[in-house]
């Protein structure tokens, strides 16, 4: 029997690290159930002990997840750990991962530690993590840059402490495959009760080598890799699930080892998480890219209508690509549409949610004459954005784009509950209805990024718009949709200052 390979997910912790991605705690738990669909291993659900809605975030993923082992992050620390406890207690299966600098630049500049009081600090850790749970992670940080004699010795302590699982993380994504795989060799070999624990990688993609660097260390008998849905994450982000995935599951004939991923899952998943971020899939992006399985070249075109396998290396239907397009329409039901949202694994939270939902459906087939199931997840999510308490509310916007004037924009917005109005000139409709939102609110923000995806094909599609704002050292991203461009815009620059307006942004270490 072929060994496993446990896939962890840090989508909603180091992928939430991304500049401009926090989600919601219900962004969170909606996430977390297509990666249980998916049957991913673990989930880290965040980092409880970084604010109090981290943690109301994590203890929600944990009540609301059966089939995976729910994981929350700490730093060496005892408040931390216990933070991490509470958290996951809810849990039918909880890990407590917990991390602490192992590299010389990281123990004397970030620390201020000697390595004796490091081993010292990351035992304590770990008997501190095993009274609230047996499975217990520890990541040496900024392990590519540690000395393999100190990393070594640390591990076997912590091995000898109790912990289950060793997470080698590339902290800042410095390492080669040829390396990284023989330090995974080398740790398993030296370290003299490696067999008792599992031996995990975590690398990140600075230099574009974190799938490489995962699969090498695969290859040295590591059999936990962590990574994200579409590689998100600090920085240049993490390996990416679905690339881990598929390398292992394609080449068989070199690896030993094999996933319980269920692949049909993975484009829903990446879907998901592009929607809920705001950060869309390049469409080159191997897998779950739009171009992943087109062929334009005549060569190749002729050979996969004669043998597929001639230019395709996995089936697209394989991953979870389909043209199956949702053939609901205006006069279709409540009761249909439910079932639709089911089939899509979409669970709402009330009958008030599914009302409303529907309501929006039933607009939108107004607008549209095919509603496909990417508009269905984009609704569903513009619909959540739209229940939570928001500052800001876009009553009516009129915009007037005409060859040879200035375009001129006229939009009243509900703040707070009381309707202001404002007009505006601009360099075209959306820069117009921008100034006229910032008549209003004066939020004095930064506009970093302004993004347009089509959610469907056709001129009637869906526009999904991205809004990147900044603010006092902030960054958050806000989404909209709509058929027409310009109201999505507008509802995008919204979102993103209703989230400005809310909580105090998490500040996360980084492991």
Not at 328 to 344: P, W
């Amino acid at each position: 029997m072929k060994n496993k390979l446990i896939i962890f997910d840090t989508t909603l912790r180091d992928g939430e690290q991304s500049p401009g991605a926090s989600m919601t705690k219900e962004e969170k738990v909606r996430i977390a159930r297509q990666l249980e669909r998916m049957r991913v291993d673990v989930i880290e659900a965040g980092f409880p002990a970084a604010s109090n809605g981290d943690f109301e975030s994590v203890k929600a993923v944990a009540s609301s997840i059966k089939d995976s082992t729910v994981c929350g992050l700490a730093r060496a620390l005892e408040r931390d750990i216990e933070r991490a406890g509470e958290a996951i207690k809810p849990a039918v299966s909880g890990r407590i991962h917990t991390f602490i600098a192992t590299s010389p630049i990281h123990m004397e500049k970030k620390l201020r530690m000697s390595p004796d009081q490091v081993v010292e600090q990351a035992v304590k850790a770990v008997k501190w993590a095993r009274k609230w749970t047996d499975n217990v992670e520890f990541s040496p940080e900024d392990a590519g840059r540690s000395e393999t004699d100190f990393l070594c010795r640390i591990l076997e302590a912590v091995i000898e402490a109790g912990a289950t699982t060793l997470n080698i993380p590339d902290t800042v994504g410095y390492n080669l495959p040829q390396q990284f795989g023989n330090l995974i060799a080398t740790l398993r070999e030296r370290i003299p009760n490696s067999d008792k624990a599992i031996f995990s990688v975590h690398c990140h993609n600075d230099l574009g080598l974190a799938v490489a660097n995962s699969l090498s260390a695969v290859l040295a008998g590591a059999r936990q890799v962590e990574c994200t849905i579409n590689g998100l994450g600090e920085r240049a982000g993490n390996a990416a699930l679905e690339e881990i995935v598929m390398a292992v599951r394609t080449r068989q004939d070199v690896f030993s080892c094999d996933t319980g991923i269920d692949t049909t899952q993975i484009v829903p998943a990446s879907r998901l998480v592009a929607g809920i971020t705001g950060f869309a899939v390049q469409p080159n992006k191997a897998i779950v890219g739009a171009n992943a399985f087109a062929h334009e070249s005549g060569i190749h075109q002729d050979g996969v209508l004669k043998h597929r396998e001639t230019y395709e290396i996995m089936r697209a239907e394989d991953v979870g690509w389909s043209a199956n397009k949702m053939v609901l329409g205006k006069h279709s039901g409540r009761n249909a549409f439910r079932s639709r949202l089911v089939e899509l694994g979409i669970e709402l939270e009330s009958e008030e949610a599914l009302n409303a939902a529907f309501a929006r459906f039933k607009d939108l087939a107004d607008k549209k004459h095919e509603i496909f199931d990417e508009d269905i997840h984009a609704l569903v999510s513009d619909e959540e954005q739209a229940m939570v308490k928001e500052q800001f509310k876009l009553v009516s916007l009129r915009v007037c784009s005409e060859t040879g004037e200035t375009p001129h924009a006229q939009v009243t917005i509900s703040d707070g509950g009381k309707e202001k109005a404002a007009e505006a000139d601009g360099g075209g409709p959306v820069d117009a209805s921008f100034k006229a939102i910032e008549v209003i609110v004066k939020s004095g923000t930064e506009l970093l990024l302004y993004s347009v995806n089509n959610i469907t094909s056709g001129t009637d599609a869906q526009g999904e718009v991205t809004v990147r704002l900044a603010k006092g050292g902030r960054i958050v991203n806000g989404q909209g949709a709509d058929t027409d461009i310009v109201i999505a815009s507008a509802k995008a620059y919204l979102n993103a200052l209703n989230k400005l307006t809310g909580k105090l942004e998490r500040m996360n270490p980084q492991v």
